[in-house]
């Protein structure tokens, strides 16, 4: 048997059942019945065939247990064996792999029970219609009618923009834009458009003329100075840092929310309490003189992000 002969969805089921065998040490049919939502006689067939075609010496059936177990000789072929594969299956989320056609044959099933907890973060209120409407536009780079609340004024004013990406931060979807008022390219805070986008005529700014959106930075994140060095060895421990380096690649426009959802510090807040502030920007020059904007104090990113939500 050869991989490329399964079919998709028997190539997911045994992927699934090598990160559980894999991280949790056994597997019975209630698993593979509940995350395909399958009978107990075709999860049966899916282990067996598992069994007899992929690893005849890597399974057991314990009897007293109920439930099948790896063996010494069990050697994955459907996964890597990495960390992120199981936590990232736990969260919902697709590991990701440096080659996306690994990534689009996992599935995206949730494992918790009693002993994992995971916080979900509140989702903001989208109107199903301007997603449809920005995709579109997206999609055909067409010029958008649309109304949108800013925060600044707190007035709902129309806008005409012409949206390439929606982006998710890790807390909130916006969508990157050209905005014909400020004939720049913005964030725009998707929660924030109401009505019904109006789409019009195709448009000269797309994607390609986004030029901090096409622009790669590489950020350079270090423990935080002020730390003993005992404390500093955990944090670089912590992130995997090579030579007590954490390399961040990241468009510009993108930049400033990783960094903040690793509240990583870039101003001098980071002497005042140094156990608030683990992770420091090293090259905070550079990344300026390259086009990335820092707006704010991490003084101020605490009340940025309360007044977000």
Request: proline share 5%; with cysteine; hydrophobic share 35%.
């Amino acid at each position: 048997m050869t991989l490329s002969s399964l079919s998709w969805e028997q190539n997911q089921r045994f992927r699934f059942l090598e990160i559980v065998l894999f991280w949790e040490g056994c597997l019975n049919t209630h698993y593979l019945c509940n995350a395909f939502n399958i009978g107990r006689q075709q999860a049966s067939r899916d282990i067996n065939r598992y069994i007899s075609e992929v690893s005849p010496d890597g399974l057991f059936y314990d009897r007293h247990a109920k439930t099948y177990k790896p063996t010494a000789h069990f050697s994955p072929r459907f996964i890597k064996g990495t960390v992120d594969e199981y936590l990232h299956l736990l969260q919902g989320k697709k590991p990701q792999y440096e080659h996306q056609e690994n990534a689009e044959n996992l599935p995206l099933i949730d494992l918790r029970d009693g002993h994992i907890a995971i916080l979900d973060v509140p989702p903001r209120h989208i109107e199903p219609s301007v997603v449809r409407g920005l995709v579109q536009a997206a999609r055909h780079q067409l010029r958008v009618d649309v109304d949108y609340i800013s925060l600044n004024s707190g007035e709902q004013v129309g806008r005409n923009i012409v949206p390439h990406t929606l982006v998710y931060d890790g807390i909130r979807w916006h969508v990157r834009a050209y905005c014909e008022k400020k004939k720049d390219y913005l964030d725009f805070v998707m929660s924030r458009f109401r009505g019904v986008p109006d789409l019009l005529d195709a448009s000269e700014h797309g994607l390609n003329g986004d030029v901090e959106w096409n622009t790669w930075l590489s950020a350079v994140v270090v423990p935080n100075p002020c730390l003993s060095v005992k404390q500093q060895t955990i944090i670089a421990n912590d992130y995997a840092m090579a030579n007590g380096e954490l390399r961040l690649s990241q468009r510009i426009p993108l930049m400033h929310y990783a960094l903040q959802r690793l509240q990583v510090s870039y101003d001098g807040d980071y002497e005042e309490n140094p156990q608030l502030h683990p992770l420091v920007l090293a090259n905070r020059d550079e990344l300026i003189a390259r086009g990335c904007s820092f707006k704010l104090r991490n003084a101020d990113l605490h009340a940025l992000s309360v007044e977000r939500l």
